[in-house]
């Protein structure tokens, strides 16, 4: 199938270990963050999200951290599986205007080796 | 359906021709969104519809794109005179109300091949 995308960094892990992927966003008066996973051939797919009065938030098996210091959101996933390679995207929405305008980051490619 | 559905899924034009991509959104979801993803890149806003209301079209690249969502539900996004740099994958997504997420469904996409 067709590839999500060729020129993106890569993350590989092996099965069982954890995950981080890392993400620098640029609008400080964004007030909501989601990650989204993205698998060849399919849409996004919401993963979690935080909004920017926090600074953790976690769900099944994925964590995300938010630093408004430095413009910094993580996604880690514990116990990394074969079904988590995709290509992860990190999403600011602005908290004005077009609300519901989601802005992507480039995105990280994971590849979960067996 | 219980999805985002995008039709067709791929398509092809020559330089010149005119596109129209379809999106079925949610049943029941009052807001659409379109996005373009060009290879090796996250998506990027084109346009957003609540209801039959285009409500923020500032994304759309040139006045060779245009969408439409006349009856609120179904929305076509079309392209006059396509270029070699529109070809993408043209996303939609829908929400049921106020784009709040986490309920912005995206669909499986079109994507769009210019020769």
């Known amino acids: 199938g067709e590839s999500v995308g060729l020129h993106l960094p890569t993350l590989s892990v092996q099965e069982g270990d954890n995950s981080i992927i890392n993400c620098a966003y640029s609008n400080s008066a964004s007030d909501y963050f989601i990650w989204y996973k993205q698998e060849s051939g399919k849409g996004p797919q919401f993963i979690i999200d935080i909004r920017s009065n926090m600074d953790k938030r976690q769900g099944q098996r994925v964590t995300v951290l938010l630093n408004k210091t430095v413009k910094h959101l993580s996604l880690q996933i514990a116990a990394t599986q074969p079904g988590d390679s995709a290509v992860y995207f990190c999403?600011?929405?602005?908290?004005?205007?077009?609300?519901?305008?989601?802005?992507f980051g480039t995105g990280t490619r994971l590849q979960v080796t067996l | 359906g219980a999805g985002v559905s995008q039709s067709p899924r791929y398509k092809v034009a020559k330089r010149g021709q005119d596109v129209a991509l379809r999106c079925d959104p949610i049943?029941?979801?009052?807001?659409l969104f379109w996005y373009q993803q060009a290879l090796g890149q996250g998506p990027e806003f084109l346009t957003y519809f609540q209801n039959e209301a285009q409500l923020d079209k500032s994304g759309l690249p040139s006045d060779r794109f245009f969408a439409e969502r006349p009856e609120g539900s179904v929305s076509t996004l079309k392209i006059q005179r396509t270029q070699q740099e529109d070809s993408a994958v043209y996303l939609c997504?829908?929400?049921?109300?106020?784009?709040?997420?986490?309920?912005?469904?995206f669909g499986s996409g079109t994507r769009l091949t210019v020769v």
């Open positions: 049943s029941g979801h009052v807001s």
């Open positions: 999403a600011e929405k602005g908290s004005s205007g077009t609300a519901s305008k989601l802005t």
């Open positions: 997504a829908s929400s049921p109300r106020g784009g709040r997420v986490p309920g912005y469904t």
